[in-house]
């Protein structure tokens, strides 16, 4: 019997034909042969990975967390270099949240050269220096069921500010608020600017020079509105001439940024 040696033809489309077979074999198990076998698609999955396929949701879509974010979406998250959290509206330190505005959690600690110089004009001027301003009379008694707002010494210690010191004596007391009385009618009540001494009336109108007199800045008859805690429902305690000394706290608009807030 003779023999018949295949071609070299033949030989080449065997081989050819077994290293596609290989190939189609390391493709479906996913063994590699070279290193570009390491860029071969992976198992579907709803998170993108390197050479991966990514599966879509059930309306056919690319999840978001699948979307890459360029640049210029990093930044929108900021507001040059400001983070959200920066433009959120909230209290100062040691105050208390009372809706859209905020509250001194307490009085306003005198130094001692201070003490006897705490009348309206000083009050409201601090609380201006320190970015707020004096309460008024209807804020001081909304804030009464949450704040320890000044009150009487047979009041709730736990919810009142209440003279605890006998040391001193034990005394009622009470807060100043911006609010004002008069207690006369008339205008002059509620202080005058006077006359300076050298005013000159107005010659085209054929005004004569003003009379000389005293101006009165702080009259007795301008007092202010003093509240109390009383219980928890606020009160009224009374006025008092401007030019006299009392405990106040400050009341502050919300400000931006991230703050301690004291609940």
Not at 9 to 14: E, N, R, V
Not at 199 to 228: C, F, M, N
Not at 232 to 241: E, L, M, N, T, V
Request: proline fraction near 8%; aromatic fraction near 6%.
């Amino acid at each position: 019997m003779r023999l018949v040696r295949p071609s070299t033809p033949t030989i080449l489309a065997a081989a050819a034909l077994a290293v596609a077979t290989l190939a189609l074999v390391f493709a479906m198990t996913g063994v590699g042969v070279s290193a570009s076998s390491k860029r071969m698609p992976s198992a579907a999955s709803t998170k993108p990975r390197a050479y991966g396929i990514l599966r879509l949701n059930r309306k056919r879509q690319f999840p978001a967390s699948a979307i890459p974010r360029v640049a210029r979406a990093k930044r929108a998250d900021r507001l040059g270099t400001l983070r959200p959290q920066d433009l959120q509206l909230a209290c100062p330190a040691d105050t208390v949240e009372l809706g859209t505005w905020c509250l001194a959690s307490s009085t306003y600690p005198l130094d001692t050269k201070d003490r006897g110089r705490n009348d309206f004009f000083f009050a409201t001027q601090k609380c201006a220096e320190l970015g707020g301003y004096l309460p008024s009379a209807a804020q001081l008694i909304a804030a009464a069921p949450k704040l320890k707002i000044s009150s009487t010494i047979d009041d709730n210690q736990t919810s009142a500010a209440v003279d605890e010191f006998p040391g001193d004596g034990l005394r009622d007391q009470r807060e100043m608020s911006s609010s004002l009385i008069t207690t006369t009618a008339g205008g002059s009540a509620a202080g005058s600017i006077g006359s300076t001494p050298g005013s000159k009336g107005d010659p085209r109108q054929g005004e004569p020079d003003p009379v000389p007199l005293p101006a009165d800045p702080a009259p007795d008859t301008l007092q202010y509105i003093t509240v109390y805690d009383n219980h928890d429902k606020g009160g009224f305690a009374g006025g008092k001439p401007v030019s006299s000394p009392e405990r106040f706290r400050c009341a502050f608009n919300k400000q931006q940024g991230e703050s301690e807030v004291e609940q």
